[in-house]
């Protein structure tokens, strides 16, 4: 792992909000591919969100659809993930991941080339 750093986790109540960034310098001009994983203690790991540089409807889990928003800001070589209206279910470790090329949809961990070290997310009820 590594190439990508996320940042922003942390401990937040139910309803509340925060916003995930990581920083992908290599992949924010290219055509490519980044997304959001999670895992959850015991339970696999999931694609959440993805998007495309090249355009495309990003794509969401239906776990958190209208809560979550994925986005890129090219200037600052950095990939979003705000989430909104938190559940406890949330909690989990959370991942960028990137990779040259189009996107799966829902993403494949393996399919992409470089994945960062991980961010704790912590909904509390």
């Known amino acids: 792992q590594g190439q990508l750093v996320e940042s922003g986790g942390g401990s937040v109540q139910a309803r509340g909000s925060l916003r995930l960034s990581c920083a992908a310098s290599r992949y924010t001009y290219s055509s490519s591919c980044l997304s959001w994983f999670r895992q959850a203690p015991g339970k696999e790991r999931e694609g959440v969100a993805t998007i495309y540089t090249g355009g495309d409807s990003p794509y969401y889990a239906d776990s958190v659809k209208g809560r979550f928003t994925i986005s890129l800001v090219n200037a600052k070589n950095t990939l979003y993930l705000q989430m909104n209206s938190l559940k406890p279910e949330d909690t989990a470790m959370y991942y960028c991941?990137?990779?040259?090329?189009?996107?799966?949809?829902?993403?494949?961990?393996?399919?992409?080339?470089?994945w960062g070290q991980g961010t704790l997310v912590t909904v509390s009820s």
């Open positions: 991941a990137a990779g040259g090329g189009s996107c799966l949809k829902p993403p494949e961990w393996n399919y992409l080339d470089a």
